[in-house]
């Protein structure tokens, strides 16, 4: 990314140093990732389960829903996520022993989360880092408002490839 | 070079690639399964004799046919592949990659080599890390219920 640039002060005149910047990024899509609302690359509304859901069910409305990963949602608090990775680890090699076992056994817990006053450029920062594709939204309460998907990072690139051609 | 301008330009090769995972059509879906276990990948390529991409398996794949057909684990994997994949090769620029993961809503595109043999995989993974690597920051990785700690990630 671009080096911030300080303009230079007048001279004579009490200048802020932190204030007067020029131009800090070096095209449309550096600023979007830094300066956009994280719902620019949020999905809504989340597919969720409930932890006492059976395993099957939840492979069921995954494979209905057509998603990665399920949020597991106890109350209204996030418990953990359920995935595509959950299944080929924990659940396919004993699948008949599993099946009808609750989610909570064979979910991820503790999931890594943003929240939504981060920036998207933080978001993919974070799923870099932790390894996770998928990462919930919280808002100030600790309650789910949505999830960052690379599905939506790869959208929110080409359309804005699209607007600035 | 701004980020725009280096994903129009940069090639694949740029982005962390990793090691295609590779069967035949007559090995098993449970041998495609411990084969994706042992290397925490999602996706298997299946190929011809020439080493040639005919087809996927994937995590997602897998759950269909647990569901639908759970005695699938023992057969070949030819019978329950998709069909659908697509090519790119190193020195495409990563823009392309964009193109195909969101106009053919893929997770994985399969790396070839100049005579269209199978040479590496890439995908949604590997795009974040080009991308977080080209914006470095300070992040905030937070889990559930804990306090958030900081990791300054300074690129690659």
């Known amino acids: ?165 | 070079m701004s980020l725009k301008q280096q994903i129009l330009s940069d090639p694949i090769s740029e982005i962390p690639l990793r090691p295609a995972l590779t069967l035949p059509r007559s090995a098993t879906v449970g041998q495609a399964v411990d084969l994706m276990r042992g290397a925490k990948l999602g996706c298997v390529f299946v190929v011809n004799q020439k080493d040639e991409p005919i087809g996927k398996f994937t995590e997602r794949l897998l759950i269909h046919l647990l569901l639908t057909h759970p005695r699938a684990l023992d057969e070949k994997i030819g019978d329950h592949m998709a069909k659908s994949w697509a090519p790119i090769q190193r020195v495409e620029p990563i823009a392309r990659l964009i193109d195909l993961m969101q106009g053919l809503d893929l997770r994985f595109v399969c790396v070839v080599d100049d005579h269209g043999r199978v040479n590496a995989l890439t995908g949604q993974k590997g795009l974040m890390e080009y991308i977080a690597e080209r914006c470095p920051r300070q992040v905030k990785v937070s889990r559930v219920g804990s306090h958030p700690y900081m990791i300054q990630r300074e690129g690659a």
């Open chain 1, 1 to 165: 990314m671009a080096k911030r640039q300080r303009r230079p002060a007048p001279q004579g005149e009490f200048h802020d140093p932190l204030s007067d910047y020029g131009d800090e990024f070096a095209d449309p899509l550096e600023e979007a990732l830094v300066r956009r609302p994280i719902s620019a690359i949020q999905s809504q509304p989340v597919a969720k389960v409930a932890p006492t859901d059976c395993v099957k069910a939840a492979m069921r409305k995954m494979d209905e829903q057509e998603v990665a990963c399920l949020l597991v949602i106890e109350g209204d608090r996030l418990v953990g996520i359920f995935s595509e990775r959950d299944v080929l680890d924990k659940v396919a090699p004993r699948f008949d022993q599993v099946k009808d076992q609750p989610v909570r056994d064979v979910m991820t817990p503790d999931p890594v989360v943003v929240y939504e006053t981060d920036s998207p450029g933080s978001a993919i920062n974070v799923m870099a880092v932790s390894g996770f594709r998928h990462v919930p939204v919280l808002d100030v309460n600790d309650r789910v408002v949505g999830i960052i998907s690379p599905q939506r990072v790869t959208a929110f690139l080409r359309e804005h490839f699209a607007q600035t051609a």
